[in-house]
């Protein structure tokens, strides 16, 4: 197996095993859900309270530059897109090619459907992107980005941020479901 080979597996048995078979079942109620007040989240145009939005459709992503000190609770909403352009979506563009993905142009999903289904094709990109890496593209900084460290150093780093994130989002989806101590929603 190469070096390569092993990076994708490491994310992708975490990806195959822990997060995706949690967002199974996902509902458009639940994706929004706020579980304290002030929350960011994935919004109509327009209809933010946050400092800024970003996003070129009809939803938009709640923000803030710079960030605030305390940063607020998130959407599992919010959280999706985060994985999808911030830890995805820019590095695939920088690293693999085609085309850019940039918080400002990006189309937020509106439905959990609809980011299910962002997130599975950028997972896959970054996937396939990975395991054609060969030893030599690993030791090197990347292609193109802001980074200064290895490639090898990049692939980690955001298989760390999609299990750091994935997590958040499984405890979410436990919270939501043991709202108030009842009985656990079926999802």
Partial sequence: M???ERLAEQLDWYWRKNLRPRLDGLADEEYFWEPV???WSIRPRGT???PMSAGAGKWTMDSASPGPELAPVTTIAWRLAHIIVSCLGYRVGWYFGGQDVDSETFA???TADEALKQ????YGRWNTGVRELSDAD???PPPRGPERYSMENRVLHVNREL???GAEISLLRDLYRWQDGAAPHRV
């Fill in 37 to 39: 007040r002030g929350c």
């Fill in 163 to 165: 299990i750091h994130h």
């Fill in 108 to 110: 937020y999903a509106g």
């Fill in 48 to 50: 933010s309270a946050a």
């Fill in 138 to 140: 690993l030791d090197n």
């Fill in 2 to 4: 190469t070096g390569s």
């Fill in 119 to 122: 997130l599975d094709e950028m």
